[in-house]
């Protein structure tokens, strides 16, 4: 089972650059998410999406764009890297319905911006 | 807006022994739902718990149970019988709409030998 697959594992950028962190689920998951993860925090949510086509933005979406052409995928984008954006970044996914229903994380990014 | 509080950034607990994770938390709804989440150096993020808040049953999973205090928004973690597997990072979190999950800032769980 893939479940929720993040790539890369790793990147290191330099301040300024772009990148895409990609995100794909298996699972005909509508919901996904993406989170960071900071020294002495929990996760915080960046953007989410209820299904393709539709996105919106979380508690710390700035510096970040999405989208979400198909079900299976939600890419994040980093336009212009700054140090701030350094940490690790999780995506989810899950079932529409009930704020119950199991969340399913990826295995994490690490991103070093320097 | 919600916020979740972990009020022990690290604790420390003797092998069989039991410990307890506190979690409180700050919120208008009456219908939502808590989880505890395991963190091992890995990163990967494991569901360990999980509470309805319209249940007053404490759930429990093996040797992992909760104290689901509603009135007092307490909701504590504990781990009986506890394993070096056990050790990682425990994160206790808040969902009442199902995109938005809110995390605390996690307790670091040591098991000693």
């Known amino acids: 089972n893939a479940g929720v697959t993040q790539t890369p594992k790793f990147q290191v950028l330099k301040t300024g650059q772009s990148m895409t962190l990609q995100c794909a689920q298996d699972?005909?998951?509508?919901?996904m998410s993406w989170y960071r993860q900071d020294p002495g925090m929990g996760l915080r949510l960046i953007h989410y999406s209820v299904g393709a086509g539709i996105t919106d933005q979380g508690e710390v979406p700035n510096g970040y764009n999405v989208s979400r052409s198909t079900t299976e995928d939600f890419p994040l984008r980093l336009l212009s890297a700054a140090p701030s954006q350094t940490s690790v970044y999780f995506c989810?996914?899950?079932?529409?319905?009930?704020?119950?229903?199991?969340?399913?994380f990826g295995e994490g990014s690490w991103l070093t911006v320097v | 807006a919600q916020t979740v509080t972990q009020s022990q950034p690290e604790m420390s607990v003797q092998e069989a022994e039991t410990v307890t994770l506190s979690c409180t938390y700050d919120?208008?709804?009456?219908?939502?739902?808590l989880f505890w989440y395991k963190q091992p150096p890995s990163r990967q993020m494991i569901l360990v718990i999980r509470?309805?808040?319209?249940?007053?049953q404490n759930a429990t999973e093996n040797r992992f149970s909760v104290n689901f205090q509603k009135a007092a928004k307490s909701f504590s973690l504990k781990i009986s019988d506890s394993q070096l597997g056990d050790a990682a990072m425990y994160f206790c979190?808040?969902?009442?709409?199902?995109?938005?999950?809110?995390f605390g800032a996690g307790t670091r769980l040591t098991v000693k030998p």
């Open positions: 989810a996914s899950s079932y529409s319905g009930t704020s119950g229903n199991t969340i399913y």
């Open positions: 509470q309805e808040a319209y249940k007053q």
């Open positions: 919120t208008s709804e009456s219908d939502y739902y």
């Open positions: 979190a808040y969902r009442s709409v199902p995109y938005d999950m809110r």
């Open positions: 699972m005909n998951h509508e919901y």
